[in-house]
C-alpha cells in the first residue's frame, strides 16, 4: 500500500523567506502528484497537479518538483506571505486511489 | 459556478442513528468521492463515482454506502452511525479519474455520540 509523509509537521518562518515542503512515497507507480491548500476548517484547494511523466509545474509564487524514481516531491514557496498560513498537503494518484498525506502546517510570522 | 457543495455542514447523531450526507457538483465532472479526514491520518478514500452509473470502494468503505444520483450527485449514507465514524467527510470531483485535479467540496463535521 502507498505510504505518504511529509515532514516537518509544522513550520514557521518569517515573512519573505523563501522555504520548501517535503513530501515523499513509497511506491513509484503513481498516475501524478497533486499539492493542496487547507485553511481551518475548510475544504482544499488544488494548488499544482503533476502528471508522472513531468518534473516539475509552476504557479506563480509556487513551484512542485516531482522525482519519481527516489519517491519524492517538494513545493517551493518563494517570498513567503502571512496569507500562505495554511496546512499543504501533498497526494499521489496510484491505479486505484488517491494517496495523502497528513501535512504540514506552515506559519509565516509578519 | 458553486464549484462542490455538501450539506450539512454540521451533523450530531447517536449511535445507531442513520443520515445521508448529500453532495453536489456544476462543473460537468465524470467522477467523484467521499473522503473522511481524521487527525494524523490524512484524507482517506471512502468510495467512489469514475462514472454515472458506477460506484467502487475505496479505502475505508465499512459502515457507509453511496448512491450516483446522477451525474450531478454523490450522497454518502451512514446506516447505523458509530463513534468511530466521528469524523470530517469531504467530497470531490474531477474530469476525469486518472489524471485530473480533484475539486473539494467544504466538507460535512460529523459527531457522532
Known amino acids: 500500500k502507498q505510504e505518504v509523509t511529509q515532514i516537518p509537521a509544522a513550520l514557521s518562518v518569517p515573512e519573505g523567506e523563501n522555504l520548501v515542503l517535503n513530501c515523499s512515497f513509497t511506491?513509484?507507480?503513481?498516475?501524478?502528484l497533486q499539492w493542496f491548500r487547507q485553511d481551518p476548517g475548510k475544504g482544499l484547494t488544488s494548488l499544482l497537479l503533476i502528471q508522472s511523466s513531468q518534473r516539475e509545474q509552476t504557479s506563480g509564487r509556487l513551484n512542485a518538483s516531482l522525482d519519481k524514481s527516489s519517491g519524492r516531491s517538494t513545493l517551493y514557496i518563494a517570498a513567503s506571505q502571512p496569507g500562505d498560513s495554511a496546512t499543504y498537503l501533498c497526494a499521489v494518484r496510484g491505479a486505484n486511489n488517491l494517496f495523502f498525506g497528513t501535512g504540514t502546517r506552515l506559519t509565516v510570522i509578519p | 459556478n458553486a464549484g462542490v457543495t455538501q450539506t450539512p455542514k454540521f451533523q450530531v447523531l447517536k449511535t445507531g442513528q442513520s443520515m445521508t450526507l448529500q453532495c453536489a457538483q456544476d462543473?460537468?465532472?465524470?467522477?467523484m468521492y467521499w473522503y473522511r479526514q481524521d487527525p494524523g491520518m490524512g484524507l482517506r478514500l471512502i468510495y467512489y463515482?469514475?462514472?454515472?452509473?458506477?460506484?467502487d470502494k475505496g479505502e475505508v468503505p465499512n459502515g457507509y454506502n453511496v448512491s450516483r444520483l446522477n451525474k450531478r450527485e454523490f450522497s454518502l449514507r451512514l446506516e447505523s452511525a458509530a463513534p468511530s465514524q466521528t469524523s470530517v467527510y469531504f467530497c470531490?470531483?474531477?474530469?476525469?479519474?486518472?489524471?485530473?485535479?480533484?475539486?473539494f467540496g467544504p466538507g460535512t463535521r460529523l459527531t457522532v455520540l
Open positions: 470531490a470531483s474531477s474530469r476525469d479519474r486518472a489524471t485530473d485535479t480533484q475539486y
Open positions: 511506491d513509484s507507480a503513481i498516475y501524478n
Open positions: 463515482s469514475a462514472s454515472e452509473g458506477t460506484t
Open positions: 462543473m460537468n465532472h465524470n467522477s
